[in-house]
């Protein structure tokens, strides 16, 4: 009898030990969650797939499943009037980090929604079509970065595109853009609501990462483009050519 006790009791310890394991296991992976933003990375995954799916699938795959992505670029302190899903605090001696973190978003943008290769992720157009856009971030600044940097110029944030790698084959500009010189750039016409050379970013206000595929119909017949990546004025937004939009807020 006895020793059959010792075995109850030494299964009841394994448990125990097994349970407190699980449990600790689960603590950290909701630390690498929350503190690592895996949950960010996840969202921008599944984005990326469901776009790869509804290019191959067509109307069988069912709506796209992309959020919008609420950036806060801190100086340490948090960024008033948006849940931000992510934060990224920088060092305020150094503006060229507050352009890398937009660099950075603009690319996971353009990665999300298959770079260059025009997949077909809105599906067949209707009657008259239409121009669908995804806005894949929404990015605002603490007020230390306002303080500090109370504006960025759009001729400073692109020359830094044009002359920092983002791999070692290519500029941020190359990949975003198809081109290696600020002066090959063209901006669509569905987004000409910023002017490279003259205007300005103010930290003040909230800007939009945004690209999509315009999909409307003309006296010649279907347009279809596939818009590179954006980054322009919330405010702004309804400026563009956008007429539906295909991310969840």
Request: aromatic share 10%; charged share 25%.
């Amino acid at each position: 009898m006895k020793k059959q006790r010792q075995k109850r009791g030494e299964l009841t310890t394994t448990q125990l030990v097994t349970i407190i394991i699980l449990i600790v296991s689960f603590v950290i992976i909701l630390f690498l969650i929350f503190n690592l933003n895996l949950g960010g990375t996840a969202d921008k995954e599944i984005c990326r797939n469901s776009v790869i799916l509804r290019d191959q699938s067509k109307i069988f795959a069912g709506p796209l499943d992309c959020k919008t992505n609420y950036l806060c670029i801190s100086g340490g302190g948090d960024c008033s009037g948006i849940s931000a899903s992510e934060k990224v605090v920088i060092d305020l001696g150094k503006k060229e980090e507050i352009i890398k973190v937009i660099a950075d978003e603009m690319a996971s943008c353009w990665w999300q929604f298959g770079e260059d290769k025009e997949l077909s992720y809105v599906g067949e157009p209707g009657l008259s079509g239409g121009v669908d856009c995804a806005v894949c971030s929404i990015v605002q600044f603490d007020e230390k970065i306002q303080q500090n940097f109370p504006k960025i110029t759009y001729l400073e944030f692109y020359n830094y595109l044009e002359k920092t790698k983002k791999d070692s084959f290519q500029s941020y500009l190359k990949y975003l853009y198809g081109v290696s010189d600020i002066d090959a750039l063209e901006i669509q016409k569905q987004f000409q609501i910023v002017d490279i050379k003259n205007d300005f970013f103010s930290t003040k206000e909230k800007y939009s990462i945004i690209t999509g595929i315009d999909t409307s119909k003309s006296v010649s017949g279907l347009i279809r483009e596939w818009f590179k990546v954006y980054i322009i004025p919330t405010l702004d937004t309804a400026q563009t050519a956008c007429t539906d939009f295909i991310t969840k807020a």
